[in-house]
């Protein structure tokens, strides 16, 4: 279910048990591929993770140009700091 979205950004409740990115056997039944098909967004990533089990926010960067600020945002923290 979409939460938010503008033209960088697609922010997404995700269930439990649903991948959030394709990873062993876990391809097509992703939050990513189903978003990307259902929405033509081929360069959507997501900039962060979640656990296959675990449902929450997730937060999907929507143009390749943004994704790497997006991502360290996520990866830093709010203040920059590890």
């Known amino acids: 279910r979409g939460l938010y979205g ?5 922010v997404v409740d995700k269930p439990p048990f649903l991948a959030a990115m394709p990873r062993g056997r876990h391809v097509a039944q992703t939050a990513l591929v189903r978003l990307r098909r259902e929405l033509d ?7 962060h993770r979640l656990d296959r089990l675990t449902a ?5 960067t929507v143009r ?5 600020r997006y991502q360290r945002v996520f990866a830093d923290g709010p203040g920059g700091e590890r």
């Open 64 to 68: 390749r140009d943004v994704r790497g």
């Open 56 to 60: 929450g926010v997730l937060m999907f």
């Open 6 to 10: 503008d033209d960088a950004t697609l």
């Open 41 to 47: 967004l081929p360069e959507l990533s997501p900039a």
